[in-house]
């Protein structure tokens, strides 16, 4: 089973997205190809073991396999603060702070397609990996790339949650309720508003919950909610 929102990536807002000016889009392929160049040619190689390495196995585990947790003591390694730092000189000026750099740094070495292509996709997933509840595909992909061995198991997490950020941020909402099909009508607007969304700032829905997008979508649910108390 393919997303149907995530495996041609045809909706209005990832059309957008293509044709944007790159330039102020960290995820755009053409700048994840661009970034990825630049942290090769840097001495040595920023990569994501390399941070890991950098990070103390006591920290480590105090981290309890939260991947967001886990990506910000790697970014704040000595490693990680330089990559972040020479990406944001080299491509981002004042447009994006080093943390939302670094954060592009990391994701640009999980390219999955071709330089000059516009597929959103992760290589050989099953987005459905035997239900098409949209709640369950953090932990799908976590164990995929394990299979796979596209990673390590203590990695699985930092690895799945960077390939949602670039391949499906809808995936990374909190709270996705049970109920929400991949196939719905309901999880294609959510995909398209997070798109749309991210447009504006690329961390700009992490942290933010399915209700919080479907608010967006339909401000009448907040004043019915007002209404009720």
Not at 82 to 110: C, D, I, R, V, Y
């Amino acid at each position: 089973m393919t997303s149907p929102t995530e495996s041609t990536k045809t909706s209005a807002a990832a059309q957008t997205k293509s044709h944007a000016g790159f330039g102020q889009d960290p995820l755009h392929p053409q700048m994840q190809q661009e970034i990825l160049s630049f942290l090769q040619s840097m001495k040595p190689p920023p990569s994501l073991d390399a941070m890991r390495d950098q990070v103390p196995a006591d920290e480590w585990k105090s981290l309890e396999g939260v991947a967001t947790r886990e990506l910000n003591a790697m970014l704040n390694t000595p490693m990680g603060k330089e990559m972040s730092h020479a990406l944001q000189t080299k491509f981002g000026g004042s447009t994006f702070n080093a943390l939302t750099w670094g954060m592009a740094g990391l994701a640009s070495q999980m390219v999955d397609s071709s330089p000059d292509s516009n597929n959103y996709s992760i290589k050989g997933f099953d987005w459905g990996a035997g239900d098409s509840s949209a709640a369950n595909t953090f932990e799908h992909l976590k164990a995929f790339l394990v299979k796979q061995g596209q990673t390590t198991p203590e990695m699985a997490g930092t690895v799945a949650y960077l390939q949602l950020w670039k391949y499906s941020p809808a995936s990374l909402l909190r709270n996705i309720p049970d109920y929400v099909d991949m196939s719905s009508l309901e999880w294609e607007k959510v995909s398209n508003k997070v798109d749309t969304l991210m447009l504006e700032h690329p961390l700009k829905t992490l942290g933010m919950t399915y209700s919080d997008i479907l608010d967006l979508i339909d401000p009448t649910r907040v004043e019915k909610r007002v209404a009720e108390f």
